[in-house]
């Protein structure tokens, strides 16, 4: 099983980033894709999930608005549109397999790196 994230990197507040996790090694399409992140110094925290077929997602209030979550189960992939970032917003973005919406992840990438700095 692998998770891959990319597409991280360092943008200026308001600034826009879209972030992707390609997946392999189990059925892709089974399974509901979440993004978490982690600050310095802070717990790991929610952000975002999509529904195997992807209908359905959720959002931490903190992003709600600003940031989407969308899935191409054709290509194996994940995505999150990060919009009007703030500094706040600076982590290490990872993505998350699980088996449903309110199931905790089976499976996790290595982290993507988002800093919104000026």
């Known amino acids: 099983v692998q998770l891959v994230e990319s597409g991280g990197g360092l943008v200026q507040p308001g600034g826009s980033l879209s972030v992707s996790c390609a997946a392999s090694?189990?059925?892709?399409?089974?399974?509901?894709l979440n993004w978490y992140r982690q600050a310095p110094g802070k717990e790991r925290e929610f952000v975002a999930v999509?529904?195997?077929?992807?209908?359905?997602?959720n959002y931490a209030e903190s992003v709600k608005g600003r940031f989407t979550i969308t899935r191409a189960n054709y290509k194996n992939t994940v995505y999150l549109q990060m919009n009007s970032l703030k500094a706040e917003d600076t982590a290490v973005y990872y993505c998350?397999?699980?088996?449903?919406?309110?199931?905790?992840?089976?499976?996790w990438g290595q982290g993507t790196q988002v800093t919104v700095s000026s």
């Open positions: 090694g189990f059925t892709f399409s089974s399974y509901a």
């Open positions: 999509i529904s195997s077929g992807g209908g359905r997602t």
């Open positions: 998350a397999a699980a088996r449903g919406l309110d199931y905790v992840p089976d499976y």
